[in-house]
């Protein structure tokens, strides 16, 4: 097995009473989009940046390509690209500009400074745009610059905190697709964001993580295992007797049935055909039903199920 | 009242950064007032201008002639007498005179056609070295008087000395209004600076937190909610006032802590109030016009500098308005502070101007005008920069 | 590193407000300086001095004292008194309005010579002070040459014709001579005290340069921190390019209060340039240090450097024009350390002393102080792992 690209072992991180990293571990192996899930203030930030040696921590050890990673480390930061959650680009220069100096900061040869930063242009659509300055941009160019500043040098590790935040759909669209792009080029991709689409769209593994823990890890379907609900049975049913739902109820792996307004709603919890189950129920007794609808649990119901479903902040 | 609420709550967090302005001020004043206090005199004493004096002669007659002199001036005591102890002394007007008695002096004094043998330095902006070089000229001429009299020279020193410091010929009238003791003179400095660092508290401290409001996100929020335009441009002024009303009491209790109740309640000192109260709304409406202008914070402290250095300069803060040349004055006449300053002057005695009910009134008047004129600048250009921003 | 020199000075150029003040603000005081100061250094501050003359008396000593008022010379053919002869009761209330500065009074009764005697106003102002002494000063020699003619007439009453013909020459005594080599005037210090300001002000762009690189103070420091540049690369590039770029907008400020304003500056030349540049990179610096100083707001940064740099002019003496010497006799270990007062001393050592030992003193001391304040922005910026971002 290789060494894993980033290896965090028991990080702890305290600010003052508050403890926004209670002994977190991950490990993300060469190749992979990585989601880092979590709701507002559960730490992936924090993580993020004592990734990279921004903020110090109480407790722990990070490894980058198998070293450990200190603020001097700069062979490693040579090697990382990071996208901040906060637009950081320069206001007094120009698109083109902004993304030059910043890989001036990891490339020295001037041509191939040159190329690098065309190609960042050309990769997140700012071609029209390479004379504007940053404040004649609307939002979602601006965040697509700040993600052309931190990929620019082609790094090995790219770790983009949520890059998509106020962003419409196209812009969100060209960001994700860029993002599977750069990791079909050999990126090691880290990505944290909230919204579940995206980290169900792009991501190969996820870690979902609260209060400083790091709560479930694995593929969408690992997690998605994880969770006692794994169908959601929706059916149009103009009468229903009473005995009915009870009978139901007592169907194999189901666990919960509600019916209002003439829709019968019924949870499975793992096992397969549990339609044909409910529908042969159905038919057996002679219950006439119109529209069926069948639908598998998404990252959303593992989110909420996992880390509670009262808000934050 | 959430603006206005709002606007305090900036206020509390500004209001550090200019606090220094505050206790460097109080610090200089108090400092000031120790050293300047003693300066000043009720009863008149001819002014004494401080003297040096190198004496290489050492004769009778150069002794005489220091001794004539230092009884009537004060002379300076300096570590060294080079060059360049004495540059020092004369540029930063520790010594306003420095006289050279050179050897042979007392030859030259006795022969009737020697002249300009006494090799002196003075400093060319006040008259004291100009006063020195005349008595010094009186002296020797008193001298040479006595010696064409027929007296001997040890004779002419004595006589002269003698005879040119004899006497109460000089009375001095009292005028009722003149009543001036070191605590009001005090007043009176500690009311002349007080505008320069009043423009700079106020435009330093209140500009930024206008600018807030003024910014283009936060305006277009306040302005597309329920409030109407005229309770939020209330609220502010209302803000404005408090804010600028603390910073004015915080300087009037600070001089009510260091002149006392009797100098800044006297009749005198009510008078400086107001006139201070005038710099503020000067102030004020200056604040809220520059507040207009979307400024970096850099540049504001640059504009606050210029302009509160610049008045300062130009109106006779710093340097005092009968050592500034008739152009400036003219100039100064268009600046509200000249008038608090000339106003200052006369309330605390140190103006060759007689001050009367009618110049008082109309001094407060013309600068209320500047404010009033200012004021409705404001108006016009923020209702020009509002356009502008919707357009 | 010289492309993050390069793409500095493009930043700061492109930053139009703040150059624009940068520049402006000298030159907006200078030329305010120029109009307040033109007159002062004119020699010509004592004006004649107005006083009233009793002459209810005697006309034959009126006479006398008409004639010796006249030949007062205050310079150039120009009688010092300006006098007004009226009644007592008139002269009073003149004295009472300011018109004169002092009431002249004949009196004989004393003896059969006629002395002066002279009522003045107690007043608080210089001018009318230094005018009351003038007056003072001359009533004291004409009494006193009434004496000496009276002594004379008793003792040796041969020498009286002597004697009157000596009262009736003008002698001077005295010359005038210039103890600083190019007779720079007083005032000049002030546009010293200004440049020293302006090169204070720097400190401004020097505080950006701190905040911009700390992870903990701007999302761009976060990023700079980040990347595989060393952090001190960065920072002497900027500090670098900034004095470079102060400097410059600085020498046209100086170049116009030399060349526009005439403000006589130019002493040693590469000298005054030098103390410029020097005067730049002590002030950034200074900026840098306070910039990575502690946990303060960028506003109340600001506020330090701004309120602290007056000071310092206030204490060389950009307010008060002889601060420095007051400085000097309480504690003169501020002089010896505050920037301003070693930009102005500097300027002012090559405007008016020969040996300028002085100056490199200046010098060398703001060199040190640049290099403790850099060295203290460097330990204090080191710590590459904040507590919180």
């Known amino acids: 097995m290789s060494t894993p690209v980033v290896k965090i072992e028991n990080l702890v991180k305290r600010y003052k009473e508050l403890v926004a990293l209670d002994h977190f571990n991950l490990e993300i192996e060469e190749g992979e989009i990585f989601g880092l899930l979590g709701p507002n203030g559960s730490g992936k930030t924090t993580t993020i940046n004592c990734l990279l040696s921004l903020l110090s921590y109480d407790k722990g050890n990070i490894e980058v390509f198998g070293k450990k990673m200190n603020p001097d480390s700069y062979d490693l930061k040579r090697q990382i690209g990071v996208v901040m959650q906060n637009v950081a680009v320069v206001d007094e220069l120009t698109v083109y500009e902004n993304i030059d100096y910043f890989c001036g900061l990891y490339v020295k040869d001037k041509a191939l400074r040159k190329q690098y930063v065309e190609e960042a242009i050309a990769f997140v659509g700012l071609d029209d745009f390479r004379k504007f300055f940053p404040k004649k941009l609307s939002g979602g160019l601006l965040r697509r610059l700040n993600i052309a500043c931190g990929i620019a040098h082609k790094p090995k590790l790219i770790i983009m905190d949520e890059p998509t935040v106020a962003v419409d759909p196209q812009s969100r669209n060209k960001i994700l697709e860029g993002i599977v792009e750069l990791n079909r080029n050999g990126a090691t991709i880290i990505y944290t964001s909230h919204y579940m689409e995206e980290v169900e769209q792009i991501c190969s593994r996820i870690a979902i993580m609260d209060k400083g823990k790091n709560l479930a890890i694995g593929t969408k379907d690992e997690l998605k295992q994880m969770i006692k609900k794994s169908e959601s049975i929706s059916i149009d049913i103009l009468d229903l007797p009473d005995t009915a739902i009870d009978e139901i109820r007592a169907l194999k792996h189901v666990y919960e049935v509600t019916y209002e307004n003439h829709m019968l709603t019924v949870l499975c919890s793992g096992g397969s055909h549990n339609l044909i189950h409910v529908l042969d129920y159905l038919q057996q007794h002679e219950i006439t039903f119109g529209k069926v609808y069948s639908e598998l649990p998404t990252l959303n119901d593992v989110f909420l199920e996992i880390t509670g479903k009262e808000l934050r902040d | ?391 | 590193m010289l492309q993050i020199m390069k793409y500095h000075f493009r930043i700061l150029l492109r930053n139009r407000e703040q150059m624009f003040w940068i520049l402006l603000f000298p030159i907006l005081l200078g030329i305010m300086f120029k109009v307040a100061f033109s007159n002062i250094s004119s020699s010509e501050i004592q004006k004649p001095v107005s006083i009233a003359v009793v002459e209810e008396n005697n006309s034959d000593a009126l006479k006398n004292i008409k004639t010796f008022l006249e030949k007062t010379e205050l310079k150039d053919g120009v009688a010092l008194f300006v006098p007004t002869y009226c009644t007592e009761e008139k002269a009073v209330s003149l004295l009472k309005d300011q018109t004169v500065d002092g009431i002249l009074y004949t009196d004989n009764s004393a003896s059969d010579t006629v002395t002066l005697s002279l009522t003045v106003s107690s007043s608080s102002s210089d001018t009318v002070r230094m005018n009351q002494s003038i007056l003072q000063a001359f009533v004291k020699q004409y009494n006193s040459s009434v004496s000496a003619i009276a002594d004379t007439a008793k003792n040796h009453p041969e020498n009286l014709e002597a004697l009157l013909q000596s009262l009736s020459e003008q002698v001077t005594y005295t010359k005038e001579v210039s103890l600083n080599k190019h007779n720079t005037d007083t005032y000049t210090q002030y546009f010293y005290n200004l440049i020293a300001m302006a090169c204070l002000f720097t400190s401004l762009s020097g505080l950006y340069v701190s905040l911009n690189n700390q992870g903990n103070l701007s999302a761009i420091g976060a990023r700079r921190n980040v990347s595989p540049v060393h952090k001190m690369k960065v920072i002497i590039a900027e500090l670098f390019s900034n004095v470079i770029f102060q400097f410059i907008c600085n020498l046209v400020s100086f170049a116009f209060i030399v060349l526009v304003l005439k403000i006589d500056l130019t002493y040693h030349l590469p000298l005054a340039i030098l103390t410029v540049f020097v005067g730049c990179l002590t002030g950034t610096t200074m900026g840098f240090f306070v910039g990575s100083i502690g946990a303060f707001s960028e506003g109340t940064k600001q506020g330090i450097l701004v309120s602290g740099s007056l000071l310092l002019c206030f204490l060389s003496g950009l307010m008060v024009g002889n601060m420095w010497i007051i400085v000097e006799n309480t504690c003169p270990v501020i002089n010896r350390i505050s920037p301003a007062a070693l930009i102005s001393r500097a300027f002012y050592t090559l405007g008016i002393q020969d040996n300028l030992n002085q100056y490199y003193q200046c010098i060398l001391t703001l060199v040190g102080i640049s290099a403790l304040f850099c060295l203290g922005g460097f330990l204090l910026t080191r710590r590459k792992r904040y507590a919180s971002i």
């Open chain 2, 1 to 391: 009242m959430q603006v206005f609420k709002t606007f305090l709550k900036i206020a509390k967090k500004k209001f550090p950064s200019v606090l220094l302005y505050y206790i460097i001020f109080t610090v200089v004043v108090i400092a000031m007032s120790k050293i300047g206090a003693s300066d000043h005199e009720t009863s008149f004493t001819a002014t004494k201008a401080d003297i040096y004096i190198i004496d290489e002669d050492n004769s009778t007659a150069s002794h005489a002639l220091s001794d004539y002199l230092s009884s009537m001036h004060n002379p300076v005591t300096l570590k060294d007498t080079d060059t360049m102890t004495l540059q020092d002394a004369l540029y930063y007007q520790k010594v306003d005179y420095i006289l050279t008695i050179p050897e042979g002096f007392e030859e030259q004094l006795t022969d009737s056609d020697a002249r300009d043998f006494l090799p002196v330095s003075m400093r060319k902006d006040n008259s004291n070295g100009y006063f020195v070089d005349q008595q010094v000229t009186e002296y020797l001429s008193s001298v040479r008087l006595f010696m064409a009299g027929g007296f001997s020279l040890s004779e002419a020193v004595t006589k002269s000395s003698e005879s040119l410091s004899k006497g109460n010929d000089t009375t001095v009238l009292k005028l009722e209004e003149k009543e001036t003791d070191g605590a009001q003179i005090g007043l009176t400095y500690f009311f002349q600076y007080l505008p320069y660092v009043l423009i700079n508290m106020l435009l330093l401290g209140m500009t930024p937190i206008l600018m807030t409001f003024n910014q283009k996100d936060l305006g277009a929020r306040i302005s597309c909610s329920s409030l109407s335009l005229k309770s939020r441009n209330a609220q502010i002024t209302l803000g404005c006032i408090v804010f600028s009303l603390f910073v004015w009491l915080l300087f009037i209790l600070t001089a009510l802590f260091i002149y006392g109740p009797d100098t800044l309640f006297s009749i005198n000192g009510l008078h400086s109030l107001l006139n201070s109260a005038m710099v503020l709304l000067f102030s004020i409406a200056l604040t809220l016009l520059v507040s207009t202008f979307a400024l970096k914070q850099q540049s504001l402290s640059m504009i606050a500098n210029v302009a509160s250095l610049g008045l300062s300069f130009l109106s006779g803060i710093f340097v005092p308005q009968y050592l500034l040349g008739k152009g400036v004055l003219a100039v100064a006449h268009f600046l509200p502070t000249y008038w608090y300053i000339r106003l200052n002057s006369m309330l605390g005695g140190i103006s060759d101007e007689i001050l009367t009910t009618a110049k008082y009134w109309r001094f407060i008047g013309i600068q209320f005008g500047f404010f009033v004129a200012i004021f409705c600048i404001y108006l016009v250009s923020s209702k020009y920069q509002k356009r502008s921003r919707n357009a």
